[in-house]
């Protein structure tokens, strides 16, 4: 179920002429976790996550500019990370399914 969206906000001071839009999105309960997970203050609005966490799209080169703003892993997510790496990383164990022949095969 999506979480509800914040309304827009128009604020207008008539003395300082201020005026600030901000823009509404909808998030399932899953993504707004996810974002909020990337914050690093209470205070951290969700554009400057964003911003932060989501690279450019382009190069190669602005790639590594975008991981290199990303805050440091938590052991947690760096334990799962190596346990993903040495899984893809464990050939002897994963099988061929074009060289390994079928069990269901119907040749004797």
Same mark, same amino acid.
């Given at each position: @179920?999506?979480?509800?969206?914040?309304?827009?906000?128009?604020?207008?001071?008539?003395?300082?002429?201020?005026?600030?839009?901000?823009?509404?999105?909808?998030?399932?309960?899953?993504?707004?976790? /996810? !974002? /909020?997970?990337?914050?690093? *203050?209470? #205070?951290?609005?969700? #554009? /400057?996550? &964003?911003?932060?966490? &989501?690279?450019?799209?382009?190069?190669?080169? /602005? @790639?590594?500019?975008?991981?290199?703003?990303?805050?440091?892993?938590?052991?947690?997510?760096? *334990?799962?990370?190596?346990?993903? !790496?040495? %899984?893809?990383?464990?050939?002897?164990?994963?099988?061929? !399914? %074009?060289?390994?022949? #079928? &069990?269901?095969?119907?040749?004797?």
């Amino acid at each position: @179920m999506p979480s509800r969206a914040r309304a827009p906000v128009l604020t207008h001071f008539i003395r300082s002429r201020l005026v600030v839009w901000m823009k509404s999105i909808s998030l399932t309960d899953e993504a707004d976790q /996810k !974002l /909020k997970s990337w914050k690093t *203050e209470p #205070s951290e609005s969700f #554009s /400057k996550v &964003v911003l932060k966490a &989501v690279p450019e799209r382009g190069t190669a080169a /602005k @790639m590594e500019q975008g991981f290199k703003r990303l805050p440091a892993l938590t052991q947690k997510q760096s *334990e799962a990370m190596g346990a993903s !790496l040495a %899984w893809a990383n464990d050939w002897p164990s994963c099988a061929d !399914l %074009w060289a390994t022949p #079928s &069990v269901d095969a119907d040749t004797p």
